[in-house]
């Protein structure tokens, strides 16, 4: 591993203790940001766990929970960490333990490293471009292989559907398939299903930030699976003037 990877996934694990700690204590301290998402002292805790340790890098740092920087100031960034230091507050808030970390390093608007890190069960997913993906479970590291596309018109395809958001064009498409049968995680363990060969394809037709894919599509990219957006079929590119993301289909 560089030591840019092996930051990461420092800062992920630091990240998910303090996670867990806020997670075991019930005491959540919830408040609603700007947007009505919640954010949670766990939120707060991840975010300052993972900014101390990244800042070694002296690469720029932006996070969902961090200040917010204008396009104007990081534009022209070539490098710089993307983190969303508590993806899924809402399954957090469900104790329902699909919730993650996500730290990815972009490079000229790509995801070119990325770690998931998973603080209940202590998985740790991570990629780096060009050098394949792994998991890190039980404290074994397993490697995880490429795997081929599937012809989306043969039936039986395994969908990743979110429980939170299913929409009418997420079920327009649904239905478009042949006997899909359908899996749901939380956050970017929907990502994470493909990466472990226990799904077929993810259509995102609701929103989405950079920070909720980029880490994922890191590790996605590496197993062989695309991020495509739905009307242009072009990568999801990042570090845009607005970072929304438009719908999008791995697979």
């Not at 949670?40 to 101390?52: M, P, R, W």
């Not at 740092?61 to 022209?76: A, D, F, P």
């Not at 960490?81 to 399954?91: A, H, I």
């Amino acid at each position: 591993m560089t030591n840019l990877l092996e930051l990461a996934i420092r800062a992920s694990e630091a990240a998910c203790k303090e996670i867990l700690s806020v997670y075991d204590s019930g005491d959540f301290q919830t408040e609603s940001k700007g947007d009505n998402s919640p954010l949670t002292l766990a939120d707060k805790k991840a975010h300052h766990a993972i900014v101390s340790i990244l800042r070694s890098s002296h690469l720029p740092i932006l996070s969902e929970e961090g200040k917010n920087i204008s396009y104007e100031e990081r534009k022209n960034w070539q490098q710089f960490w993307m983190v969303d230091p508590l993806d899924g507050t809402k399954e957090f808030l469900k104790r329902n333990g699909e919730f993650t970390v996500n730290i990815a390093l972009i490079e000229n608007q790509k995801p070119v490293l990325g770690v998931v890190a998973v603080p209940v069960t202590g998985d740790v997913f991570y990629a780096e471009q060009g050098l394949g993906a792994n998991v890190k479970r039980m404290g074994r590291v397993g490697f995880l292989p490429k795997r081929l596309s599937v012809d989306i018109t043969k039936s039986g395809i395994r969908v990743v559907a979110s429980r939170s958001h299913m929409n009418a064009d997420t079920e327009a498409y649904i239905q478009s398939l042949k006997e899909p049968v359908l899996v749901s995680q939380g956050s970017s363990l929907k990502f994470m299903l493909l990466a472990e060969g226990k799904a077929d394809v993810y259509p995102r037709f609701a929103p989405t930030m950079e920070w909720d894919t980029a880490a994922a599509h890191a590790i996605v990219s590496e197993v062989g699976f695309s991020v495509l957006q739905k009307d242009t079929n072009l990568p999801l590119l990042y570090n845009k003037p607005d970072l929304l993301n438009p719908s999008f289909i791995c697979q």
